[in-house]
């Protein structure tokens, strides 16, 4: 069996001629059906994917394990973003999408697969926006992420994410050679209105747009 047939997701095909999928990654205790309305309000004819995180912490899917809030079971994010990488494959395939136009948009421990993906496997996304995601790893050493654009959004009144692991993920993927756009709100975990205007604007601008 595939892993496209053993993640549970959803597949919106695109409208019109946009090349672009956007690959939604809902946050601990979402689904696969979460984030679409995001994606659409970002690129009203882009492909979307939207796979459900395979974990659960209690009855909450994640994409991947913690031992506690901010401390990660690293070897359990290396198998997942190799999972995720080759579900990716996979839908490019069965979907007819173009591997090297998929964009991430993930919230919370969504942004947080989607970042760490994008360091073990550079190949995995095209772009990625990240929305109050916090730090999860460094590979050393680092890959190349010369091309690739991010989109990082922070609240600087986040319970959860300390501005400085926002900053720490921001700077990893800038040393990597990404070209990291981040947005810093007053705000606090939850996604604001201001977090989706930025995040299209840099959709746009970044040239998945189309």
Sequence with gaps: MSLLDEFTHQFVPAEGTSTTTLVTLHG???????????????????ALLSPRGRVLEGNMPRFFRRFAEGRFDLDDVRVRAAELA????????????????MV??????????AHATLLLRPDSFAGAALLHAQFVLA????????????????????????????????????????TVTPFWSRGGHGLTGDDVEHAKRWLNSAGFGS
């Design 139 to 178: 590979p050393d050493p680092l890959p190349s992420l010369v091309g690739r654009a991010v989109f990082l959004a922070a609240g600087e009144a986040d319970p959860i994410v300390p501005v400085a692991e926002a900053r720490r993920l921001a700077d990893t993927l800038a040393a990597a050679g990404a």
């Design 86 to 101: 080759t579900l990716l494959d996979e839908a490019a395939i069965a979907y007819g999408l173009a591997r090297d136009r």
């Design 28 to 46: 601990t205790g979402g689904d696969e059906h979460d984030l679409l309305d995001l994606g659409r309000a970002l690129h009203p004819r882009a």
């Design 104 to 113: 991430a948009v993930g919230y919370s421990n969504g942004a947080n697969i």
